[in-house]
């Protein structure tokens, strides 16, 4: 448009010193500025009614906008006071009771409204104090079941401990000793047997590889056969530990003083209960690497 205008500009100013040089030609330069403008204006003139049609359409476009969200915005919150608020203006025309009973029951609604979230509020925090309570009870239940446990076992390993004093010394049937899971073999009172398991698990975690029971239960026969074939070795039958199913001998390293397994049997052992004998020592009466005994 500005291209436009200048030429109209100088157009003008041109007629204008024309006009005062030749005034008898007003007529025919006015013609001419006339129909100069009459070039220039209509695209002027048809550009600034697009314009102004625009921005009335957008002015028309843009009015809604503002109201049109407001109106579900100021929904909840106070709803309920600002219909508390409302009243109608005071007067004696009948006309307005059934007006006045619907404002009336429209508070009533609110009022309900307004109650039942408070309602909603209170069961939601005393659910929340329910679940807390249920996690507690949960956490003392899952304490005393622990203990409950432990409890079982302590009696369980009091009565194992006093479960073979009805049999003499190598003279306990089998279905009354206990095996282990490492050594298919291995026969012991049954407390002995769960902590050779325990010493078992120790040793395996560290050497790789289980520990290895040569003898375990000794029964009197056995005993009488061991004295035959070993002479002093063995113990007078019916005096082994071997017969009252408390001792072990083992192989796989431990029966050699000074090897790496029989220092970590030297100085791990005693945690599980299992011991080295004085008499079976290096400086002991008799001594026997590999015999190790149950004291629990
Ligand atoms: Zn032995």
């Known amino acids: 448009m500005a291209d436009v205008e200048i030429p109209e500009i100088v157009e003008r100013s041109r007629s204008a010193s024309r006009d005062a040089e030749r005034g008898e030609q007003d007529v025919v330069d006015t013609g001419t500025a006339q129909t100069t403008d009459a070039t220039v204006d209509p695209a002027d003139g048809a550009t600034a009614e697009d314009a102004a049609a625009a921005e009335a359409a957008a002015a028309a476009a843009e009015a809604p906008a503002p109201d049109a969200p407001a109106e579900p915005a100021p929904a909840e919150e106070d709803a309920s006071d600002r219909i508390a608020d409302v009243t109608l203006p005071p007067t004696t025309d009948p006309g307005t ?3 006045r009973a619907a404002l009336d029951r429209v508070k009533e609604a609110a009022e309900v409204v307004s109650g039942t979230a408070d309602q909603k509020r209170a ?14 009870a949960a956490a ?3 304490a005393e079941e622990a203990a409950r446990v432990a409890a079982e076992k302590e009696a369980q390993r009091a009565a194992w401990k006093v479960s073979l004093q009805g049999y003499a010394n190598g003279r306990i049937p089998d279905e009354a000793l ?8 291995a026969r012991l009172r049954c407390d002995a047997a769960e902590a050779l398991e325990a010493l078992n698990a120790a040793f395996a975690a560290h050497f790789g590889r289980p520990l290895y ?7 009197y026969g056995a005993q009488v056969a061991c004295r035959a074939n070993k002479g002093g070795l063995c113990a007078a039958p019916g005096t082994s530990n071997h017969g009252w199913g408390l001792a072990v001998d083992l192989a796989g390293g431990v029966q050699g003083f000074g090897t790496a397994e029989h220092q970590w049997m030297r100085e791990n052992a005693a945690s599980f209960q299992w011991v080295h004998p004085a008499w079976a020592q290096a400086g002991g009466s008799k001594p026997e690497p590999w015999h190790w005994e149950y004291v629990g």
């Open 97 to 99: 009771t059934p007006l």
């Open 123 to 136: 069961e939601a925090a005393a659910a929340q104090a329910a679940a807390e309570a249920a996690a507690q």
């Open 140 to 142: 003392q239940a899952a």
């Open 178 to 185: 206990c095996g282990v899971s490492f050594d298919g073999n």
């Open 213 to 219: 029971v040569t003898d375990s239960y000794r029964s």
